[in-house]
């Protein structure tokens, strides 16, 4: 016949706890800070030519013109809102 079903749950950690976990056991972080910042502050400063030429400095202009250049595209603003949520 059937088996009884079992609602045996497994607890699963916070994200708050998965993220600290995750950041703890992260070698290197100085370098890995380092280099992203340096990342950061150089396409601020040089713009970028590679993804579609955009006549801005700017990271967020960049990313203003990818986003609004297409009506497929609009719902990039909301993209980062949506991955924080999951």
Known sequence: MSQPETNAEVSRPAIRDELSRFWQGMPDKPLFLALLGSWLV???????????????????????????????????????LIVLGL
């Open 42 to 80: 150089l396409f601020q400063l040089l713009g970028n030519s590679t993804f579609g030429y955009v006549d801005t400095h700017s990271l967020y202009g960049w990313m203003n013109y990818a986003y609004g250049s297409s009506k497929d595209d609009e719902l990039g603003y909301i993209i980062p």
